[in-house]
């Protein structure tokens, strides 16, 4: 990835202490009762938190979430502006403010997600068919890059795991293959040899099964903006942010470990596991700690990203140094 410095904030991401402060606990007394009610006939963020705190709320269409999940965290979230501001999605550009400038050139809609490979039952769906079909949850994960900075956001998803199961995944079904659309028309990055296009990542199938892993089509009570990876992309939020790719068209099972682009790119960098982890450093630099977007002060960086009572065990036994 190419990475000026990790941890220089941008004078326009510096909140000042006491705006931050007032916003975070209005934030956290707004989504605790959220959490509590559990479920919620319109998104939280359309209806509960007032939009200045998060910056506007998306232009893009609102999206219902029947609830809000347990597994989300009471932390504050980014705010909007900054999220959509800040973005990696190389099919628009390198610059982390390229894709909300490029990515309307994107069309997401009609928009189908092949599932082949090793399933009982292969099948394409569209997004109304998916949006029909599974239950959409709002989920608050804390998203960490690993270039040091880390986010708070709402995602509106369904659970990978239940969408899987509709394809019924074989026996040699081990891991799962993820692929971006490959457009160069409507993703003019590709056009560029950055990447060996189109962007692919991958899991381990115990990995895309587990509860915390989200298919997400929305944030902050809206289906999901152009540049954050619109119609459709994956988000798992205890491993570093490449794992969670965007505009998905391909879902494949398998039995071989996929390749994954950044992997394929610069191997000793960024492994195929890419678990947050503090105490294994990428090559150049420390994963000690972070900085939240939008904060001054930096903070530890959990291991797993704090989900470590929910996915530890998905590693038990394993060397991370040399499964990083
Ligand atoms: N998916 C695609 N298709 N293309 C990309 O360039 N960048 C990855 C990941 N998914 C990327 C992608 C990287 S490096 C990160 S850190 C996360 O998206 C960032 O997600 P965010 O933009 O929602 O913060």
């Known amino acids: 990835m190419s990475i000026p410095h990790p941890d220089t904030p941008l004078p326009s991401e510096i909140t000042p202490e006491t705006t931050y402060l007032n916003r975070r606990q209005f934030i956290q007394a707004t989504l605790s009762t959220a959490i509590i009610a559990n479920t919620l006939s319109t998104a939280t963020w359309a209806k509960g938190i007032d939009p200045h705190s998060v910056g506007s709320l998306p232009t893009t269409q609102p999206l219902s979430p029947t609830s809000t999940s347990l597994l989300s965290t009471d ?81 509106l998803g369904i ?24 457009d160069p028309q409507q993703m003019p990055g590709q056009r560029r040899p950055i990447l060996n296009w189109p962007y692919q990542e991958g899991l381990r199938i115990d990995e895309a099964m587990h509860p915390l892993t989200l298919l997400s089509l929305g944030l902050y009570g809206r289906t999901l903006p152009k540049e954050n990876g619109a119609p459709l992309r994956l988000v798992v939020p205890w491993k570093y942010g490449f794992k969670s790719i965007k505009s998905i068209v391909t879902i494949r099972l398998m039995e071989k470990q996929p390749l994954t682009s950044w992997e394929e790119v610069a191997s000793s960098e960024y492994g195929f596991y890419a678990n947050v982890n503090p105490e294994v450093p990428h090559p150049r630099w420390s994963q000690a700690r972070e900085r939240r977007i939008g904060e001054f002060a930096k903070r530890d960086t959990l291991l797993f990203n704090g989900y470590a009572e929910q996915v530890a065990s998905l590693y038990h036994g394993m060397d991370l140094r040399k499964y990083y």
């Open 159 to 182: 659970s990978l795991a239940q969408f899987l199961k509709r394809f019924q995944p074989t026996s040699q079904a081990k891991f799962v293959q993820f692929l971006t659309l490959l």
């Open 75 to 155: 932390e504050a979230p980014t705010p909007l502006e900054k999220v959509v501001n800040f973005s990696n999605f190389y099919e628009f550009g390198t610059d982390k403010t390229d894709p909300v400038n490029y990515a309307h050139s994107l069309k997401v809609d009609p928009w189908q997600v092949n599932v082949v490979g090793a399933v009982a039952k292969p099948g394409v769906l569209g997004i109304e068919d998916i949006l029909r079909l599974f239950p959409l949850e709002e989920r608050i994960y804390r998203l960490r890059c690993v270039e040091g900075w880390s986010m708070v956001i709402p995602w």
